[in-house]
């Protein structure tokens, strides 16, 4: 019996030992997948932190990791937050899409689909909130009246109402504000009150072409016109004569106000960065992949990011950063606070750096920001997020953050592409490339290698994660999003075109696909109004 005793003492010591090193969280150990697949429904007394006050990085990495409050990602797909549930225990993705094949269990997809007309992400999140399965699914991991914590691409007031009768609390600020931040309009003004420029434009109504050169008449001739909200690849428009002009002039004159730029030969990039009542924390400045015919059908439509330290030189990059902090403490001023998104446009002839547009929320940017090296060595930028909506009392030291953000090692080298259906056709998906890791090899063909939720999955440049969006049995038009390829390394070159191996990975993907032609035009109509998105608006 004493030997049994001393056995059991021997085999217990190590596992206390490494419990203890653990509280450390180096970033590296972050709680796997399976850890988090096994977590149990919080009881009534789980959810409360034991920490009086979080002032570390340390700090934060032990809270979310002990986390026991249910948090959700409510969203078409899960893609804007790839890989956040390794950092926070009880995070879930609820979606409308099944990217995984029911392989992946933090991601609640209802079974039970019924047809409808979406017209936004609101109208897919309001869906899916209102959905028996999904109330039922919410509801056994409730505690209590406290349903845990919801956040999303996009929301309105609609979702608001729902979430208050379910028990969540939305974890961003009031739908109306994030409206009216969205406003690109409203972006400039908030720039210029921030000392951040923008590209030289005017503000106005427009009811003719007479009347836009009259009103742009210092900007000169070849003009970008936006409106205030929308897509930049539906909604932004390229006018250099009155047949341009023309052609958009419905939607222009349709605007109480557009913005009305000069055009200039620039590079477009993005940055992430949260605003907290510390301080904004700013992430990395990334090139964007914008109008590749061969990715999207829409001129000016984001189709990719790429993230590497040498993309811009280090006076653009530290500009951005500069102007990201103080937009970010110019939105905190409006009363907005957590996650957010700027568009920079480097005019490629003077380096100026001008503001593009504000996105208030978690964008097709996020997979990048929150996978690289800065990121897994202190948190993901999200995590930022979840602190300033909780109830937590934290005091971080933002600036020194940012200075570690800010240098080049801190910034490994990954890319993406968001490859749409270009062509005008409409038919039915038999065969879509599975998700997970993909091997390209010498000759440009691409094979499946194995299953993986994550793109750190991919360990090489000759290897990509793969997420499929449209599948077997979806129907594929122009505009569908059918998948995004996220790899190590550039996909464009230094003249920022699409490089050789990009253009190979978007050949082999397209390859994966195969469809049946549909015949009949009005099941081509019905097909196109059911589509998620209808290529009317994105769902990334």
Known sequence: MKFLLDL?????????????????????????????????????????????????????????RNNQEPIYFISATNFNLLGIGDWVSNFRHINYIDCFEGQQRNVFVPKEKFPRDFEGIEDINNYLLEHKEVIDFIQSRSSGDNAGIASFLMFDEHTEEICKQLG???????????????????????????????????????????????????????????????????????????????????????????????????????????????????????TELVGFKTLTPYKGGWCGNEMFSGAFTQEVRDKARDYTFQFGEALREEGYRGYFELDFLIDMDTDDVYLGELNPRVTGASSLTNVAAFAHSDIPLFLFHLLEFSDLDFDLDIDDINE??????????????????????????????????????????????????????????????????SGAGDFRYEGADLGILITRGRLMDDDFNLNERAKAWIKGIRGEYAGQALQDPVVEGVAVSHAIGGGNFKIL
């Not at 994030?178 to 427009?206: C, F, H, W, Y």
Request: charged share 25%; glycine share 4%.
């Open 168 to 286: 969540l609390k939305i974890a961003f600020p009031p739908a109306t504000l994030r409206q009216r931040m969205d406003n690109k309009i409203e972006t400039v003004r908030i720039g210029n009150k921030a000392g951040v420029p923008s590209v030289p434009n005017v503000l106005a109504k427009v009811g003719s072409y007479q009347e836009l050169c009259e009103v742009s008449k210092e900007l000169g001739s070849d003009l970008v016109v936006q409106t205030a909200f929308g897509d930049s690849g539906h909604t932004t428009f390229f006018i250099a004569n009155e047949e341009d002009y023309y052609k958009h002039a419905e939607e222009i004159e349709a605007e109480p106000e557009v913005k009305i730029m000069k055009r200039i030969n620039c590079r477009g990039s993005a940055i992430e960065a949260c605003a907290t009542r510390c301080g904004t924390v700013v992430g990395p400045l990334m």
């Open 404 to 469: 570690r953000w800010a240098h080049p090692e801190s910034v490994d080298s990954w890319s993406q592409l968001v490859i749409k259906h270009t062509d005008e056709s409409v038919d039915l998906l038999t065969r879509a490339p599975k998700t997970g890791v993909w091997r390209i090899s010498d000759d440009g063909s691409i094979n499946y290698d194995h299953y993986s939720y994550h793109p750190h999955a991919a360990e090489n440049e000759q290897e990509a994660f793969f997420m499929r969006i």
């Open 8 to 64: 059991m003492r021997r085999l217990l010591r190590p596992a206390q030992n490494n419990k203890a090193a653990s509280d450390a969280i180096e970033p590296s150990s972050a709680p796997s997948q399976a850890t988090l697949d096994n977590t149990r429904t919080p009881s009534a007394t789980q959810g409360a932190s034991t920490m009086s006050k979080i002032t570390s990085i340390a700090d934060v990495r032990r809270h979310f």
